[in-house]
């Protein structure tokens, strides 16, 4: 029995988007035509407008036309033809809609939702399927870290835009009732998990468009360490279940694959040593420490098969976070002498070829004093695309630290609370598909 | 062939004279052809212009401080050390270029990048109108892009209690220094 909905009532209407445009196939963000003067005849394609425009008539062009020019084949708008025009009579009023359009695709997510109010011609155009699309292919608004906490009764979601420097807080009254943990989110999408009842279940949900869906239920029930992958060139995404959370019995590694729609039995870890939670998927693998003592496992999706990596982790290292990089990068984030004077964070990276954890940065002691005031103080440390941040509750801070500039720098704006424990960078887009 | 320096191009293009743009306002201005590439529109003037032998392309769409204002920027694009510059620094760039512009200025900048072809500028435009916009309240789009609100005072209601969320926070900057 598949759950999925959209949001209730009252917060429905505007935030769904509309169903009935049709999507538009051309809206692909390929590089505009822009002819220079080898081109061959026929009709000019001048105008870098046009790139909304339908699909097989020759792209739209704001109809200012210079004269000695040949006349342009008949060009339309999408939705209206625009009268001849001279540019300086009444611009705003006679705004092409594609002109229009080009402006608010650039305006940032969470302020798209306000410009909805400004009259029924925006209202229309911000909640097409076709302008959204268009919209998500504008690069990126982030990143942003989105927090997730649930007492008994209501869930919190709120996202803090780094760009913008705001917070803002996302509802999220549309999850079921048992979604309590964030697995993480990937490719605008945020994946939950939680028990229902005696059933542990995974939802996935795009808070921008509050739409979720409720994913079937693992082979072997049993609350589950997790983790969502989004590959957006086919537009799909997976789930991976490893370990029980409770780490009694070692169980099958699971696979949910949205193509599908299906979760798939895989192979056991072998069962060498307590697992941790920490995990971080690169290049198509899983890797996974281990405790007492620390070690690495490696699982990988093409054959299902789990291995383990002989890099010998740091010594002393305490609270070793892994965390991908772009491509193949993989992090090691930790501790290291925590007892001692010399108390310091460092980052290592995975040396593929030879198995070795090599240092590349050491956390200054400024940062790392100002980050956790008291030694021994927990820390959360997650990344995305060679940004690693690190938040400490107590202080209410945030630290990002850029692996290719090698810079690290407070976030701005960002006060953090005690509740906030639960975070990962998050990516909003309009686009991303719970199917 | 483009360099960094201005000198240099000239020489390159003692070969290749200038050509000379004549705006609405019978402005003329002088574009180095490498420059004038990037926009497919004066390319196409120029088909016509030599096969009717004259020396002055009229570009009878564009005021001259606009034309003129566009040049220098497509000139910019041509510099060598522009296409090194990285996002942090072509952004800071595009901010000092806009300065202090109103967003009418952008808007009819934008307008004549899109009538000449130069698809980075106009993308810039866009971008910097979009920048210009985000911040402000509902009333200030409507008054600055004359806008009818064609919604009733409950139908607005109801929409902005569906997204209020999207309210909290209200350190909307009305300043009028966009209009």
Redesign the interface.
Known sequence: MIEMGEASETESRTLLMSSSSVEEESLRRSPSPIFGRGSCGGSRNTSPLGRMGSRNTSPSRIKTKPRGLDEETAATFSKFVQPDIRMEDNIWAMLPEDLLNEILARVPPFMIFRLRSVCKRWNSILQDNGFLKFHSQVPSHGPCLLTYWKNSQTPQCSVFSLPLKQWFRIPVTFLPRWAFWLVGSSGGLVCLSGMDGLTFKTVICNPLTQKWRTLPSLHYNQQRQLIMVVNRKDRSFKVIATSDVFSDKSLPTEVYDSKSNKWSVHERMPAVNLCSSKMAFCDSRLYLETLSPLGLMMYRLDTGQWEHIPAKFPRSLLDGYLVAGSKKRLFLVGRIGLYSTHQSMKIWELDHSKYVWVEISRMPPRYFRALLRLSAERFECFGQDNLICFTSWNQGKGLLYDVDKKAWSWIAGCALQAYNSQVCFYEPRFDSVIY | MATSSSNTNKADHSKNPPLTLRSSDGKELKIFRIVA?QS??I??????EEESNTDVI?????DGSTLEKLIELMNNHTEKSFNYLGVKERKKFYNDFFANWKI?DV??F??????L???VI??EA??K???M???KS?EW??K????????TPEE?E??????K?????G?LDDGDDAI
Not at chain 2, 110 to 115: I, T
Not at chain 2, 144 to 151: A, G, L, Q
Not at chain 2, 158 to 163: G, M
């Open positions: 590439q497919s529109t390319m196409n003037l120029l088909d016509l009229p570009v009878s769409e564009v009418l808007l009819n934008g307008l004549v990048a899109n009538y072809g130069v698809q106009f993308d866009c971008q109108m979009a920048d916009i985000k911040s509902v789009v409507r600055v892009f004359e806008i009818k609100n064609d919604f607005e109801d929409l902005k209690k569906e997204n969320w999207a309210y909290e926070r350190d």
